[in-house]
Structure formats: C-alpha cells, structure tokens
C-alpha cells in the first residue's frame, strides 16, 4: 500500500487481525533495508495480532525525504502512519536504525509505546578511535582543498569528481552508496546519540543481540539494558547484526513471550 506523508510517498504493509484483542504491532527495519526483512516474523505473529511495517524513505519502495532528515522527522513520519491507520498504541519490534525511532518514540511519545523489542539497536553513539579520528581529520583536509578548487569553473567538473573519490576512500560503505540528497540525512543520524533519551523510556524492553555484532557490538546493547529502567537482555551465541533472521523461530518465540505470554490473543 502507498500513501503521502510528511512529503514522502510511503510503502507499507499491513496485515490486519480482527479477531484480536491485542495490540498491533510495528515493525521498524534498519538502515539499508525494507519492510520485507519482517515477511517471515509477520507471518509467525499474524494470528495473534494485526501487524503494521513500513519502508523508511529512500528504502525500498519509499522515497526520498524533500530535505535532510533527522531521527525526529523519522519518529514524525511513523506517528502519521499510525494516526492514519488509525493506531494509538503499538507493541514495536526493530532492528538496526528503526531502534533509533523507536527509541525517540518511546522516550517522547511513552503513551504510543506498550512494549519494546531491540535486536541489534543502533542509537548509542561509537567513540572515535584515534585511526578514525586521523582519517576523517584526513578526510576533511583534502575535502576543503577540493571544495577551494571547485570554486575555479574550469576546475569544479574535476574536483567534482575528486570529491566522489574522496567519498568513496574515507567513507563509510552506507555513506557512499548513497545519493548525493541522502548523504546530509545519514550524517545527521549517526551523528545522534540517543543515550540520554533511554532513561526516559518507561517501556518493557528486550534487547536480543548476537554475540558477533560487529555493526551494534554487544556493548551498546549491555549499554541500553543498564540505562533503560525495565530492560533485560539475551544474547544469541554467535549470532550477528542479524541473528534475528538467524534464529527466526527462537526469535519469534521469544516476542510472542514477551508481547503476548506465548500464547496467542
């Protein structure tokens, strides 16, 4: 289904439930996929609640924002969506950076928010290494030499150029396969940490994470069970930044416990 919201035109999915008393459920995916990543979850949890997932924009079939975007006006858009579907209060289940909305929404919308299922949760910031820290002081230095040199018109068409190459050198690999118009928007979003705002989540929240996360280490998610009051933690052995797809049936289990008693509503 598409709709046009906060500027956007918006895929999302959503399988209704009528025959349930339980709350829908939000499935928000991480950053360089879509919706689609849920198919299997959704059709494990369909009997027992009305699911709703969406395809961020510049995801999937969404597309892009009409400016650089932060996590707020991510946050903005998903109220939208669930205020024209006629959704008040949702169970939440997200991955990668739709932890970062859902993160927001819990800590500023706590009425919307029941419960909170993370698995491999972006939002707490990296601190910057010093091979890091030299590389995009690196980065930074050749890119304001180009940008000087750009300001030549016989030289911008090369230095433009240049530029790309230097994205593509220093950059991260999601910075760098992106459009030049979603650039600004992913420099704004990693550049969030949402730390302070996980105290001010009052909702029960599971954090599952693989033990080889190398995209959200562990840490983050021993970080986010300690800051957020009624957090508890389970780590899949030897799973990665996606052992939720790893281990679909466990991890279905585990969500239908946590929302639902295990037992279907």
Request: hydrophobic letters at 40%.
């Amino acid at each position: 289904m598409i709709q046009t919201i906060c500027g956007c035109t918006i895929h999302y999915e959503r399988r209704d439930n009528d025959g349930s008393k339980a709350l829908p459920v939000l499935l928000l995916h991480g950053w360089g996929c879509d919706g689609t990543m849920y198919h299997g979850l959704m059709d494990a949890l369909q009997d027992s609640a009305t699911l709703l997932t969406l395809d961020f924009p510049s995801h999937g079939e969404s597309t892009e924002p009409p400016k650089p975007w932060g996590v707020s006006d991510f946050a903005n858009l998903v109220l939208e969506l669930m205020d024209t579907q006629g959704i008040e209060t949702v169970d939440i289940v997200s991955h990668s950076f739709g932890t970062r909305v859902a993160i927001y929404l819990a800590a500023n919308h706590p009425h919307r928010v029941h419960n909170l299922v993370i698995t491999g949760g972006a939002g707490v910031k990296k601190p910057e290494n010093p091979k890091s820290s030299r590389k995009t002081k690196n980065y930074k230095r050749l890119s304001a030499a180009v940008r000087t040199l750009a300001k030549v018109a016989p030289l911008q068409k090369p230095m433009k150029a240049l530029q790309e190459q230097l994205i593509q050198a220093y950059g991260s690999r999601d910075y760098a396969a992106l459009s030049q118009t979603m650039r600004p928007t992913f420099v704004k979003i990693i550049s969030e940490d949402l730390t302070p705002l996980l105290p001010r989540i009052k909702a029960p929240t599971l954090l599952i994470w693989g033990s080889n996360d190398t995209e959200t280490p562990l840490w983050m998610g021993q970080t986010m069970e300690k800051e957020i009051a009624d957090a508890g933690l389970v780590v899949f052995e030897g799973g990665s930044h996606f052992a939720f797809l790893e281990e679909g049936a466990r991890f279905a289990t585990i969500v239908k416990q946590l929302f639902w008693g295990g037992e279907s509503a």
